[in-house]
C-alpha cells in the first residue's frame, strides 16, 4: 500500500530580515492576494499562514476590505492563523514575553474565527523546553518543530509527546518548493528521508520563506498522484494530520539543541549584544516592575502596558532579536525599543505619583523611605534619585533634572529655573520582605568593605590583583577562580562564530579605587577600551560588575573568562523558564574542526542562557549577555561579537550559507555600551535569589510619611523565583518542585 502524506500549503513570513518591514509588506500583499483568491476559487482547500497573527494584521493594514473575506475563510477551516503574535525565538527572550507573545496572538485570532491551535515553530533556531510550558499554560496541546531535533532523542520517530504537547518534527523542514518547479525526482527524494522517521503517515509541508502560494494545488496534487510509486499526497491541513498519527511519550528534560541534523545558527546569541541588553532590561522592567505593581496598585494602566508589550514582542519575531538582519531593520528596533523604554519611564512615575497622591504623601523626609519590594528575596540596600540627599545615604552621582513632583501636578508647568540638581545615591534599609509594600527607617551603614589599588573585599567575598592576575575568592570556603578578558578574530557572520588564529588575553594596565564608600566601594580594572568596575556592599557576598565598553574594532569576539580549578562537564543554565542541565564535552574545540565539509554546521560549546549559567560551584549572571562557551575548565561569557554580514558564503564553521551575503556595518557594533554581571559562588537556586539585585526590581516612595504604611503584594512563596504577572495571577518557577506556580 502507499504511504499516505498530508500536505499543506504555506508560506514562511519574516516580518523584516533582508528586506525591511515595508518592503516584505509589499511581497505579501501580492502573497495573500493569491491565497485568498485561490481558496475562494477552491482550486486549494486549506492555507497555513506561518503560526502568527502578525502577518494577518499587516496586510489588512492595506487590504482593510478583505477582512470579512479571511474571517470567512478562518471560520470554514479554510485558512489558518496563530496562536503567536510573532514567531518569535525561545532562548532569548523572557517566559512572561513568551505567554504575552500568546495571548496577544490567540485574543488577536480567535476574534478572526480562529478556534484551534499548533505550536508552529518551524524555523525557531533551537526550541527551548520553555516553549512547551508556555504552551500547555495556554491550553494548546500540539507542536510542529524542525530545528534542534536529535532524532535518538526522540525514539526515532517525528512524532512525539514532550510536557503533554503531540509534536511533529518537520524531518526535512517548512521548506520546500520541488513542486513550484514541478520537481517531481526531487520530492519522491523529499519524501523517502521524510519517511526514515515516520509512520505509514507523513507530513508534507509545500512552500518556502516569503513564497508564493502554490497555484491550482488541487489539479497538480492529483496529476503528481499517478507519478508516485510509493505515496499518495492528500492536500489538507496539520490539524488533520494530527488526528492520524500516533504519538509516543519522550522525556520533558529533552531540549532541541542538537545540529547534527539541521542548522541551529548558534551565533545569533551573541550578534549585536548592545541591542539583546537593551531588550533584556525593557523586558525585566515591564514584566517585574511595571505591571506588577500596576496590579497590586489597581491602577489604570493596563491599554499602557499592553501596548509596550505589542511594541516589544514585534521585535522579538525572527530574524530581529537573533540580530541577523540588515542595519535598517535593528534601527526599527531600536526605535521600538526607544519607544518601550519612555513608556516604561513615563509609567514608573505616574505609577508612584498616584501612590503619594493616595496616601498624601508630599513633602521630603530624610530619615525613612517606602519600599516596594517586587523582588523574589530580601533586600538590604537600595539606589534612589532624589531632589535632596537622604540621611545615611551614600551619593554616587549628581546630575541635573525636574523634580518628579512637577510632573505629577497637571496644574503646573515645569521651567527652566525648575532644573535641579538629582542625586544618585545608596541607602542601607532593613531587610524589607518580598511581596512587600513597608516605611522603613534608613540604617547608618556600618562599613565593611576595604579597598586598595589591588583588592575589595568584606567579610564573605575578595576580588585581588596581583602581577595583572585576578582572583575571586570565597573567604568562608576558601573556593577561587581567576578572571581574565580575551579577545579572538572572527571570520564568521551573524548566524555563525568562526574563530581565527588564537584567544589573546587583554592587558591588564590598571587597577584603582574609583571610589571607597560607607556603603558600597568599587576597584576600577582598566583594560584597553574597556573599564570594568568591581563593586561591593557591606554584606554582599557577590561582586557586582559594570563593563563600559568602548568598541573600536571590527570582526572579533570578546569574552569574560573565568577559570575554574577543574574542567566543566557540565553546566546548570537559566532557561525561559526554570533551568536546563546540559552535560559538556570540554575537550572540543571548533577550530580543530574547520573548514565544515558541506553540508555540515559544526558542533559549538557555546551555549544559551536567560540570565546566568553555574559551573563547578561559580555563578556568572549577566543583565542581556545571553551566550556561555565552555573549554576545558573555562567558563567564557560572551562580551561582544562583532560581524559584517548577515551570512558570510565562505564561513569555515558553516558549509552552506544561512541567508543573504549582505553586508551589515552597524553589525560591527562601533559604539560605547556597558553590560552589567554578577560573579559569585553557589547553585542555581542561589542564582535565582540574585537576579532581582542586578535588575534592582524594587520601587522607592520618598517623601513624609505621617504613619506607618505596611501591606503585602499577594502571598509570598518560598523555593520559587517569580516571573510576574499573567491573566491576574502570578506566574513562576518552583524550584524545589521543579514546576510552575501559579498564585
Known sequence: MKKRVYAYLHTHWDREWYRDKEDFNLRLLDVLDIVLDELKQKKAPFFYLDGQVSAILDYLKYRPEKKEEIIGLIKAKKLAIGPYFVSADSYLVSFISMLKNLDLGMEISADFGQKEYIGYMSDIFGISSSAFVALKQKNIDKALIWRGVNPKKIKNNCDFIKN????????????????????????????????????????LPIGADHLGMLQNANEKIKKINKTLKDYEIILSSPFEYFKNVGFKNVSDEVEFLDNSDTFILSGVYSARIPQKIRNNIVQNKISRVIEPLNFYLEDKFDNNIEEVYKTLIKNHA??????????????????????????????????????KKKYSIASKSEDKIGLFNLSNSKIDVVEVKLPYILKNSQVLNIEQGFCDELLYDIYKIPVTEDIAPIYM??????????????????????KKVKVSTSTIENNFIKLSVKKSKITVLNKKTNDEFYLKLTDIKD??????????????????????????????SALLLEFKNIKLSAKLNNNSDFIKFSAEINNKAKNHKLQLVLILKENISKTVAQDAFGVVNRKIDYNYKMSDFMPAKRPVELKSNSYPMQNFVCANGAIALTKGLHEYEIYKNELRICLLRATSTISNPKNPARSIPAGPDLKTPFGQCICEFEAEFILSFGNYKKAFKLIDNLFKNYILIDGKFEK?????????????????INNKK??????????????
Open 164 to 203: 503533554e504537547i503531540k509534536t511533529t518534527w518537520l524531518i526535512q523542514g517548512y521548506f520546500n518548493d520541488f513542486l513550484h518547479s514541478e520537481n517531481i525526482d526531487g520530492l519522491k527524494k523529499y519524501l523517502d528521508k521524510i519517511a526514515k522517521y515516520s509512520s505509514d503517515t507523513l507530513l
Open 318 to 355: 525572527h530574524d530581529g532579536i537573533y540580530g541577523c538582519s540588515i542595519d535598517s531593520v535593528h534601527r526599527a528596533i531600536d526605535a521600538r525599543l526607544d519607544k518601550c523604554e519612555c513608556a516604561i519611564n513615563a509609567l514608573e512615575k505616574r505609577l508612584i505619583g498616584n501612590f
Open 425 to 446: 545615591q545608596l541607602i542601607e534599609i532593613e531587610n524589607s520582605n518580598n511581596f512587600e509594600f513597608n516605611t522603613l527607617k534608613i540604617k547608618k551603614p556600618i
Open 491 to 520: 571570520i564568521g557572520d551573524s548566524y555563525n562564530f568562526a574563530p581565527s588564529g588564537k584567544f589573546k588575553e587583554l592587558e591588564l594596565l590598571n587597577s584603582k579605587v574609583q571610589y571607597d564608600g560607607d556603603i558600597e
Open 708 to 724: 506607618e504604611i505596611n501591606f503585602k503584594l499577594g502571598e509570598k512563596q518560598d523555593n520559587a523565583y517569580i516571573y510576574g
Open 730 to 743: 502570578k506566574i513562576g518557577y518552583n524550584y524545589k518542585e521543579n514546576k510552575i506556580l501559579l498564585i
